[in-house]
């Protein structure tokens, strides 16, 4: 099988508003050098969630617990 190649480029982003009232940080995703999404959160979630989405997937994303059972999804 032929697997089609991407470049997928994670780099983190502070802003903090004029006044200095608000301040978030999170992680700007790209792809093949295109940007797709700032994530606010910055967590790896979130970041899957939008970063496969983008690629054209239908997406669900689980979090586990210590035992292997579904805790949260997305």
Do not use: F, R
Not at 21 to 44: F, K, L, P, R, T
């Amino acid at each position: 099988m032929d697997m089609k190649k991407i470049k997928i480029g994670l780099k983190p982003y502070e802003y903090e508003c004029g006044d200095h009232c608000c301040y978030e940080q999170g992680v700007s995703v790209y792809v093949n050098d295109e940007h797709v999404v700032d994530v606010a959160s910055g967590s790896i979630p979130d970041v899957l969630l939008s970063l496969l989405s983008h690629l054209g997937y239908d997406v669900s994303i689980e979090g586990l617990d210590e035992d292997g059972e579904v805790d949260w999804t997305m």
